[in-house]
């Protein structure tokens, strides 16, 4: 039982254009979600976060939405770069307790930018 | 400063075999995360320690993983016997403060079991 999902295996955007990974989530415990870039051969680096009692976060070219009506929430990346290129994986966990002490990810969205 | 180190960045064994890895933590990091990501599915967690406590290893598959952390400094994973579905990527993350939910993870250690 999948608590968090990344629906779009892969999403291919134009260089210059807006970039938007979607996630949704099921588990209403989950109160500070985090989106992770990971390129191949490496390991997941955090790109940006959000805690559930906002809505918006914002870092440079990365903003990332919080729904928590819809217990959804989307990274926006304007605008895309080719080293944009790479596998976003959104995490989420329960700071407040209630569930286990790891990060829960979702299986991921290959982001692919063309030139 | 180093990031987080794991070893070996590749294992290939048959099964029935036994695997340990290695994982160093960024210094000062008191938490350390064990998590796997098997082919094409999501990245799961397996076990957290504080130190050299285990706090919570509700992710660990059966008790043919054992993972430890003598010292609270470098942990192992042990996988014995090995079995085919123990195949994938297991990385290793630390931070120095668990709240902020941020880790920093290692490339990962690949484990193919034949």
């Known amino acids: 039982d999948q608590q968090v999902k990344q629906n779009s295996p892969s999403l291919s955007v134009q260089e210059g254009r807006i970039s938007i990974l979607n996630c949704d989530y099921t588990?209403?415990?989950?109160?500070?979600f985090l989106w992770y870039k990971k390129y191949p051969a490496e390991g997941p680096t955090f790109l940006i976060s959000?805690?559930?009692?906002?809505d918006k976060n914002e870092d440079g070219r990365f903003t990332v939405f919080l729904n928590k009506s819809a217990k959804h929430l989307s990274l926006h990346i304007v605008p895309s770069q080719a080293g944009d290129s790479a596998v976003y994986f959104c995490?989420?966990?329960?700071?407040?307790?209630?569930?286990?002490?790891?990060?829960?990810f979702g299986k991921g969205t290959h982001l692919i930018i063309q030139p | 400063e180093a990031g987080v180190t794991q070893f070996p960045s590749h294992s290939v064994i048959e099964k029935g075999q036994t695997v340990t890895l290695r994982c160093d933590p960024i210094?000062?990091?008191?938490?350390l995360y064990w998590y796997r990501r098997v082919m094409g599915k999501e990245i799961k967690f397996l076990l957290h320690?504080?130190?050299?406590?285990?706090?919570?290893e509700s992710g660990m598959p059966n008790n043919r993983f054992l993972a430890e952390r003598t010292g609270g400094t470098y942990s192992t994973l042990k996988v014995q016997p090995a079995e085919l579905e123990d195949s994938g990527v297991y990385f290793c993350?630390?931070?120095?403060?668990?709240?902020?939910?941020?880790?920093?993870f290692g490339e990962g250690s690949r484990l193919t079991v034949l």
């Open positions: 993350a630390s931070s120095l403060f668990r709240a902020t939910g941020e880790l920093f």
């Open positions: 588990n209403s415990m989950f109160d500070y």
């Open positions: 959000i805690s559930s009692i906002k």
């Open positions: 995490a989420a966990s329960a700071q407040g307790g209630g569930g286990a002490d790891g990060l829960t």
């Open positions: 210094s000062g990091h008191d938490n």
């Open positions: 320690f504080v130190k050299e406590s285990k706090q919570d």
